[in-house]
């Protein structure tokens, strides 16, 4: 069964650092998330990727942060200048298509741990 | 402003012992529910979609319900393994697909 994969499991950096995390979404999907999660707390939306270009990002996705999908299979988050406050678990999200029938899968996630 | 809450953050069952999760949500015009499973340090696991009022969806021993204004997971009969973290989200309005997220029910089902 297909499913969605993200490098690396676990990511320790020193505050200031640029990161990148990575995500292979399923193949015959259209749609590219991120979300994060903070340890104890909700599943926050970050960003949307469609037809290569972000269809939206959240507060939290600011100038600091980028997307890209550099080739046909891979997606990625780059944190430019780590914060304490983005040690999180970061999740990709992939969907078949735009429509409202169909649902998004995750990754296993990275945990992302800032010192 | 479009939100999820769900209720209780915590329940204890006894293998067995069937009872169902609360999925509250405000949103403008629902383009869709969804239902995750999600264990400790892993990612959300699709369960159900859930699109319209007085829609069900069932998988194993789990049910999901939906009304005008919330949904219910019911889980009947559960075993050890069903404990987890069971997450609503709903699509947000707009053409992107963004997913808003409750905090979660935490269940553990005791032996």
């Known amino acids: 069964e297909p499913e969605v994969t993200q490098t690396p499991s676990h990511q320790v950096t020193q505050m200031g650092q640029e990161v990148i995390l990575r995500c292979v979404p399923i193949s015959n999907h259209l749609y590219f998330y991120w979300y994060r999660q903070i340890l104890g707390q909700k599943v926050e939306f970050l960003v949307s990727?469609?037809?290569?270009?972000?269809?939206?990002k959240s507060e939290i996705f600011d100038d600091q942060f980028s997307v890209e999908r550099p080739d046909g299979s891979n997606f990625t988050l780059k944190i430019r200048s780590t914060k304490l406050e983005d040690s999180a678990m970061y999740f990709c999200a992939s969907r078949r298509d735009r429509g409202e029938f169909y649902e998004q899968y995750f990754g296993p996630g990275t945990r992302l741990t800032v010192t | 402003e479009d939100q999820v809450t769900q209720s209780p953050e915590a329940l204890r069952l006894q293998e067995g012992e069937s009872s169902s999760l609360n999925c509250s949500y405000t949103v403008s015009g629902l383009r869709g529910l969804f239902w995750y499973r999600q264990d400790p340090g892993k990612g959300p696991e699709f369960l159900f979609t859930?699109?319209?009022a007085g829609e069900e969806k069932e998988k194993e021993r789990l049910k999901a319900t939906l009304t005008k204004k919330e949904s219910f997971l019911h889980i009947t009969a559960p075993k050890p393994e069903d404990s987890a973290t069971y997450l609503c989200?709903?699509?947000?309005?707009?053409?992107?697909?963004?997913?808003?997220f409750g905090q979660g029910t935490t269940l553990q089902v005791k032996p």
């Open positions: 859930l699109y319209s």
């Open positions: 989200a709903v699509q947000a309005p707009g053409n992107t697909g963004k997913l808003i």
């Open positions: 990727f469609y037809n290569n270009e972000i269809s939206e």
